[in-house]
């Protein structure tokens, strides 16, 4: 999983009644655009993510497009 600064971070959640989670990749520390991000929440949470299977990355350009 790589991902640019700009880039969307989509978490779906996994249990029964816990909603999505949207944010912005506001820094990438990994080498060559891994993890692990800094992401701003929606919200305006800011944490950082090691995504696992249920995070889905929306490149900035298909999220403008």
């Known amino acids: 999983m790589n991902a640019n600064i ?3 971070l989509h978490v ?3 249990v029964v ?3 999505d989670r949207q944010g912005e990749i506001i820094e990438v520390r990994g080498p060559e655009g891994g993890p ?3 992401v701003r929440f929606d919200d305006g949470h800011e944490t950082l993510v090691y995504p696992g ?3 889905v ?3 900035s350009e298909e999220v403008a497009g």
Do not use: K, M
């Open 6 to 8: 700009g880039d969307r």
């Open 17 to 19: 009644g816990q909603a």
């Open 36 to 38: 692990p991000y800094l």
């Open 53 to 55: 299977p249920d995070a």
């Open 12 to 14: 779906h959640g996994n």
């Open 57 to 59: 990355i929306e490149s």
